[in-house]
C-alpha cells in the first residue's frame, strides 16, 4: 500500500525485538523506572522524548515490557499528561516552522503543499483525539496562536 501524500511505498523504520521478555541483564526496577519518567515528565519531556533518553543513556529497551504499562500510561495515572497530545505537538511545531519559513519565502510552492499536508494530519488527528476524548471536545487549532508550542 502506498504512503497517503507521496504515493512512494518505502521501507517501514526499525523493528522491535520479538521476544517480549525483560532482559536478564537490565538493572532496573519497574518502581525506579517509573521515578524516572515522572522526573522527566516534571522536567517537561514528552512521552517520546522520554522513552529515547531511557532507551540512549538508561539502556531500558521496552518501558511496557517491563512494567507492564506505557510510559503514556504512567504520566496519566500520576497526572503529568499534557493537553494536547505529542503527535499533535510535534505536527503544530512543524507548521509553525513552515509558516515562518514561507513568511521569508512566499513563492515556495512545496512549503505551501507541505504546510497544507501538515495542517491537514493536524485536523484529523484532532478529530481523533476529540472523538475519543483524549482532546476537549472545544479544543480548537489555531494558527495564529500555534507559536505557543514552540519551545
Known amino acids: 500500500m502506498a504512503r497517503m501524500y507521496s504515493r512512494k511505498r518505502g521501507k517501514s523504520g526499525s523493528k522491535k525485538p520479538i521476544k517480549k ?3 536478564t541483564w537490565l538493572g532496573y526496577k519497574p518502581k525506579e523506572i517509573e521515578l524516572l519518567i515522572v522526573k522527566f515528565a516534571k522536567e517537561g519531556k514528552s512521552a517520546s522524548e522520554t522513552g529515547l533518553i ?3 543513556a538508561y539502556g531500558i ?5 517491563i512494567c507492564g504499562k506505557s510510559i503514556t500510561a504512567i504520566m496519566k495515572e500520576k497526572k503529568l499528561l499534557p493537553e494536547v497530545p505529542d503527535d499533535v505537538t510535534a505536527l503544530i511545531r512543524k507548521a509553525v516552522l513552515v509558516r515562518k519559513h514561507l513568511e521569508e519565502n512566499v513563492k515556495d510552492q512545496t512549503a505551501k503543499r507541505g504546510l497544507v499536508i501538515t495542517e491537514s494530519k493536524i485536523r484529523k488527528l484532532v478529530k481523533y483525539y476529540k472523538r475519543t476524548g483524549k482532546l476537549q471536545s472545544e479544543w480548537k487549532y489555531d494558527p495564529s496562536r500555534a507559536g505557543f508550542f514552540m519551545k
Not at 529497551?61 to 515490557?65: D, E, L, S
Open 21 to 23: 521478555t525483560v532482559p
Open 54 to 56: 531511557l532507551r540512549d
Open 61 to 65: 529497551p521496552n518501558v511496557r515490557v
